[in-house]
């Protein structure tokens, strides 16, 4: 088992509607979790932190974490064709005290 | 402003050539990291820096180097027993624990001649 994983998609949604971007992890004892946007050709780009069970909401963001069943999701709602791009799952992993990345989730927002 | 810098923004390597990468941060971070990113694939450690002159190596380290003499700099050397080196290289930095966030620069894109 991945310590991190992602569905490498594409996630295809029309433009308004919810996109939603699940991750799971291994590492029962993991305390950070991060949701990072990287456009084709570019860098990762920080869009959410999140630390305690339940839901975080920036903006059009909402990052949903439960630790009991390992998992992370990021709800992007009244999505833009410019929120096109890979979103990248990084989870802390306390045994190794490193930061692993998933694979990436291509979302696609078509007009 | 604050960020990190990264150069070259590409670079061409030739067969035997030792290569370096420069990276540089201007947020008083103590911790720095070099990633290296192969299409369609995660991020996959290569060496990280807690400290000046001190690092560690990551999961990938065969065929690279790196020095932390100041707190600001971390370069990246791939070296020429770095077979494979073609790829996209990000360096991070935060502040000193991975429940900080990472920040990346926009990285180097390296190929082989």
């Known amino acids: 088992q991945k310590e991190v994983e992602q569905n490498s998609g594409p996630l295809s949604v029309p433009e308004g509607a919810i996109a939603s971007l699940n991750c799971t992890y291994s590492?029962?004892?993991?305390?950070?979790f991060f949701w990072y946007r990287q456009y084709s050709g570019k860098s990762p780009e920080l869009i959410m932190s999140?630390?305690?069970?339940g839901d975080k909401e920036d903006g059009r963001f909402t990052a949903q974490l439960n630790k009991a069943s390992q998992y992370v999701s990021l709800l992007i709602r009244d999505s833009q064709p410019s929120d096109s791009a890979t979103y990248l799952c990084?989870?802390?992993?306390?045994?190794?005290?490193?930061?692993?990345f998933g694979t990436g989730t291509r979302l696609q927002v078509f007009p | 402003d604050g960020g990190i810098t990264q150069s070259p923004k590409y670079l061409f390597r030739k067969e035997g050539q030792n290569v370096t990468l420069s990276c540089e941060q201007n947020?008083?971070?103590?911790?720095m990291y070099w990633y290296r990113q192969d299409p369609g694939q995660g991020l996959r450690l290569i060496y990280y820096s807690q400290i000046v002159n001190d690092f560690q190596k990551g999961d990938i380290a065969e065929g690279y180097s790196v020095s932390r003499e100041k707190k600001e700099s971390f370069p990246l050397t791939v070296t020429s027993a770095q077979k494979n080196p073609t790829a996209f290289y990000l360096c991070a930095s935060n502040p000193r624990g991975t429940n900080q966030p990472q920040h990346f620069g926009d990285g180097t894109r390296l190929s082989i001649l």
């Open positions: 947020l008083n971070h103590d911790a």
């Open positions: 590492d029962r004892v993991s305390q950070s």
């Open positions: 999140i630390y305690s069970n």
């Open positions: 990084a989870v802390n992993i306390k045994a190794t005290d490193k930061l692993i």
